[in-house]
């Protein structure tokens, strides 16, 4: 089970970037896929997960209104949609997988490594 996320990069506040989380060895349709951040200094948190069947998601007060998770499942990839980007959204993101739709880290047994994204001018 791998997930490679990408994506990342340095954009101005108010700019918008894309995450993908790629999976090889599995079908990523059969997992539940979370994003999570860790800024510097800062514990990783959980800010989004979308679920296997219904396509329910999750976001963190933090993102609400201002990200978006979607799967394609044909192409094995979960994306993170991420407008409206603040300096406090710097952090490196990793994509993770689980059988279980949760927020929590200690749910998540498959992780991508991490990309950076700095939002600054």
């Known amino acids: 089970v791998q997930l490679q996320a990408s994506g990342g990069g340095l954009v101005q506040p108010g700019g918008s970037l894309r995450l993908s989380c790629a999976a090889s060895?599995?079908?990523?349709?059969?997992?539940?896929i979370g994003w999570f951040r860790q800024a510097p200094g800062k514990e990783r948190e959980g800010i989004s997960c979308?679920?296997?069947?219904?396509?329910?998601?999750y976001y963190a007060d933090s993102v609400k209104g201002r990200f978006t998770i979607s799967r394609d499942n044909a192409n094995n990839t979960v994306y993170l949609q991420m407008n409206s980007l603040k300096p406090e959204d710097t952090a490196v993101y990793y994509c993770?997988?689980?059988?279980?739709?949760?927020?929590?880290?200690?749910?998540?047994?498959?992780w991508g490594q991490g990309t950076l994204v700095t939002v600054s001018s």
């Open positions: 979308i679920s296997t069947s219904d396509g329910s998601t």
């Open positions: 993770a997988a689980s059988f279980k739709f949760s927020s929590w880290e200690s749910d998540f047994d498959s």
């Open positions: 060895g599995f079908a990523l349709d059969y997992y539940a």
